[in-house]
């Protein structure tokens, strides 16, 4: 309840930054793309190399805290050390009016929440489980170096030509951190493979119902009623949601997803 307050009165006092605003005499904001748990994003040009970048600015009431702090700064620790094409690239970091911020790389293409729901895509379920197998190498690049995303959803995830992004490390854990009075409510918040994969579970369900006519008398069903998917689709749902045992690594989820993919007559590797 206080914590709920706390971001409840800094939200109202805090301003993000202006459109044409110059920050740190260096980039100049063109557009908010919007506010996460940490910090606000904005597309901005970067005057001294004139090259489109994302930046981040550490929000108000993080700034408050010492976790805060500390959480923009792992953000930004475990993005330098990325060396992956799934990822955005690290830039530089700065302060602005005593708001940290770093930029990273600008990805062009569009996130599954406005293909879903803005552009009306429909996605079959072999293009699902293809999408998911790319999401994987990501994931597993991740895993390989004992780090937990913890936000795998929609918004996070970017398709830029065929490609495959996944962004915002905000929640990104190193395996077995532990964050001083934090009490996990949500798997996917936990710091475990599990976590991930539970994410990865979700993002599949927003792909596959993307798919579905729903009638106009709706009654409540399950999503293993309403959807017409195959049963193996199921039971990797069911293990990547721990409805059934999870899966204890990533080249497990990947060996299953590849096994579906050639089931349903498609390549892991196809062109979207």
């Given at each position: 309840m206080i914590k709920r307050l706390i971001i409840g009165i800094s939200t109202f006092f805090e301003r993000p930054f202006s459109v044409d605003e110059l920050v740190a005499g260096r980039y100049k904001v063109m557009e908010h793309l919007g506010a996460g748990g940490y910090g606000h994003s904005y597309l901005v040009l970067d005057l001294e190399t004139n090259k489109e970048k994302v930046l981040k600015a550490l929000r108000l009431h993080k700034r408050k805290t010492k976790a805060g702090i500390k959480g923009f700064e792992l953000e930004k620790?475990?993005?330098l050390?990325?060396?992956h094409p799934g990822f955005p690239r690290y830039f530089e970091d700065g302060i602005y009016?005593?708001?940290p911020f770093f930029t990273m790389e600008y990805i062009q293409g569009k996130n599954?929440?406005?293909l879903i729901f803005a552009e009306g895509w429909k996605i079959t379920e072999v293009k699902a489980f293809t999408i998911a197998y790319k999401l994987m190498e990501q994931i597993e690049y991740l895993h390989a170096r004992n780090i937990i995303h913890r936000d795998i959803r929609i918004p996070n995830v970017l398709m830029e030509g065929s490609a495959i992004r996944l962004i915002d490390l905000g929640l990104a854990r190193p395996l077995h951190y532990k964050e001083r009075g934090?009490?996990?409510s949500e798997i996917r918040k936990e710091i475990n493979y599990q976590a991930d994969f539970y994410g990865l579970g979700h993002f599949l369900l927003f792909l596959l119902y993307s798919n579905h006519s729903f009638p106009d008398k709706m009654q409540e069903k399950s999503w293993e009623e309403e959807?017409?998917?195959s049963n193996q689709a199921k039971l990797i749902l069911r293990r990547?949601?721990?409805i059934e045992p999870a899966y204890d690594s990533s080249q497990q989820v990947k060996t299953d997803i590849q096994k579906i993919i050639q089931f349903l007559g498609g390549e892991a590797n196809v062109v979207l």
């Open positions: 620790h475990l993005l050390s990325m060396d009016k005593n708001i599954f929440e406005q934090a009490k996990c959807l017409n998917i990547l949601l721990q």
